[in-house]
């Protein structure tokens, strides 16, 4: 069965500290790893997807890598606007559902 | 401009009724689909449309029912609401299987 585990749960920046999110995955043939960001109140807003191990990708102060076994959401500098809920999520091969993780919610602090 | 869209936003409703929710997207996609999230904020497919073809079907309650009239809709309907429907739920879509899948602002349901 496909797992997707984030962490950590909760996540306390100063502005200007960087830091890392973890997204580790079971999946049986990934098809593609997507990140997205949830702001209180509103839908899934689609940042990233990532296919093969190997693959990065840059967007602003965000920046997706992937391996085998997981993924990494790179935040360089944050700012308080980079605050929200950030959520991982597997497709398989074999289907067309999005698994996510339980997401790490993000607060950056002035 | 709106790609996704629901309604309504927010829905209060006794137990034992029955509801809809709304879904349109003009993005042109093939693909629709239905999350719920509930309230630890964990969001997981309910069902999938491709075409009009019910393709994922997970395991929900039968008082859950999708409705698909065309590709840019998909209604979802809830029979007999019990107080653990109560959850945020999510329209999404997408071109086929293996690409970004879009979503919409969320349906806050709430049964009393």
């Known amino acids: 069965e496909d797992q997707v585990t984030q962490s950590p749960e909760a996540l306390r920046l100063q502005e200007g500290e960087s830091s890392s999110l973890n997204c580790s995955y079971t999946?049986?043939?990934?098809?593609?790893l997507f990140w997205y960001r949830q702001d209180p109140g509103k839908g899934p807003e689609f940042l990233f997807t990532l296919y093969s191990a190997g693959e990065e990708k840059e967007k602003e102060r965000l920046k997706a890598t992937l391996t085998k076994k997981e993924s990494f959401l790179h935040i360089t500098a944050p700012k308080p606007e980079d605050s929200a809920t950030y959520l991982c999520?597997?497709?398989?091969?074999?289907?067309?559902?999005?698994?996510f993780g339980k997401g790490t919610s993000l607060l950056v602090t002035p | 401009d709106t790609a996704v869209s629901q309604t309504p936003k927010y829905l209060v409703t006794q137990m034992g009724n029955d509801k809809s929710i709304k879904c349109e997207q003009n993005?042109?996609?093939?693909?629709m689909y239905w999350y719920k999230q509930d309230s630890k904020k964990f969001l997981k497919i309910m069902f999938s449309?491709?075409?009009?073809?019910?393709?994922i079907n997970e395991t929900v309650p039968n008082r859950f029912s999708p409705k698909s009239p065309d590709k840019a809709h998909l209604n979802l309907h809830i029979n007999s609401l019990e107080l653990g429907d109560s959850a945020v739920y999510f329209c999404?879509?997408?071109?086929?299987?293996?690409?970004?899948?879009?979503f919409g602002p969320g349906t806050r349901l709430t049964v009393l």
């Open positions: 999946v049986s043939g990934l098809r593609g």
């Open positions: 999404a879509s997408s071109q086929s299987s293996g690409n970004t899948q879009y």
């Open positions: 993005l042109g996609h093939d693909t």
């Open positions: 999520a597997v497709q398989a091969n074999s289907g067309y559902a999005l698994n």
């Open positions: 449309y491709n075409n009009k073809e019910l393709i």
